[in-house]
T-cell receptor
Framework: EDKVVQSPLSLVVHEGDTVTLNCSYE??????LLWYKQEKKAPTFLFML????IEKKSGRLSSILDKKELFSILNITATQTGDSAVYLC???????????FGGGTRLMVKP | DADVTQTPRNRITKTGKRIMLECSQT?????MYWYRQDPGLGLRLIYY???????NKGEISDGYSVSRQAQAKFSLSLESAIPNQTALYFC??????????????FGPGTRLTVL
């Protein structure tokens, strides 16, 4: 059974801090790892990672995948209150876009 | 207009009632999914459909059924609702191109409470 575990479960930081969110996975016939941000309701897509060691970056957010150690990290630099959300990672297997989600990390950024 | 819509957005019902949640999309995607989200458990897949004639069970399909009425519509039914089906339900879509390995786009969610 595929499994994705995220840590920490929750995190409280102050604006300007840098945070690292962790995602480890056990996915049979692994294809890719996806990160989503969930604020009030619907998760919104952040990154899809398929290759080890290649950083994907969008503004203050970046993510990297290690397929040997089976984990990914999501970094957020210079955090802002608008970064407060639940961050979800999901593993995708070769069965055709079947996503297994982790439980999420709840990030709160205080002013 | 939202690309993926869900109705209703909130629903309170009683144990034993039949409930239908509906999802529509204007993205032109062929793949559609239903998930439920419970606190601390992330999203778990209930059913998915890769085209109109294709229906597949996900991780937690017991107590649920689905219907893919058209490419743009995918409904989820609870034949006899029970309290542990109280959750936030999401519909999602993805493009079948590139082998289907594309991001999924989520609807706004339906909060269902079963009393």
């Amino acid at each position: 059974e595929d499994k994705v575990v995220q840590s920490p479960l929750s995190l409280v930081v102050h604006e300007g801090d840098t945070v690292t969110l962790n995602c480890s996975y056990e996915v049979t016939n692994f294809r890719s790892l996806l990160w989503y941000k969930q604020e009030k309701k619907a998760p919104t897509f952040l990154f899809m990672l398929t290759s080890s060691g290649i950083e994907k970056k969008s503004g203050r957010l970046s993510s990297i995948l290690d397929k040997k150690e089976l984990f990914s990290i999501l970094n957020i630099t210079a955090t802002q209150t608008g970064d407060s959300a639940v961050y979800l990672c999901a593993g995708n297997n070769n069965a055709g876009n079947m996503l297994t989600f982790g439980g999420g990390t709840r990030l709160m950024v205080k002013p | 207009d939202a690309d993926v819509t869900q109705t209703p957005r909130n629903r309170i019902t009683k144990t034993g009632k039949r409930i239908m949640l509906e999802c529509s999309q204007t993205k032109g995607h062929d793949r559609m999914y239903w998930y439920r989200q419970d606190p601390g458990l992330g999203l778990r897949l209930i059913y998915y459909s890769f085209d109109v004639k294709d229906i597949n069970k996900g991780e937690i399909s017991d107590g649920y059924s689905v219907s893919r009425q058209a490419q743009a519509k995918f409904s989820l039914s609870l034949e006899s609702a029970i309290p542990n089906q109280t959750a936030l339900y999401f519909c999602a879509t993805s493009d079948g191109l590139a082998g289907g390995y594309n991001e999924q786009f989520f609807g706004p969610g339906t909060r269902l409470t079963v009393l």
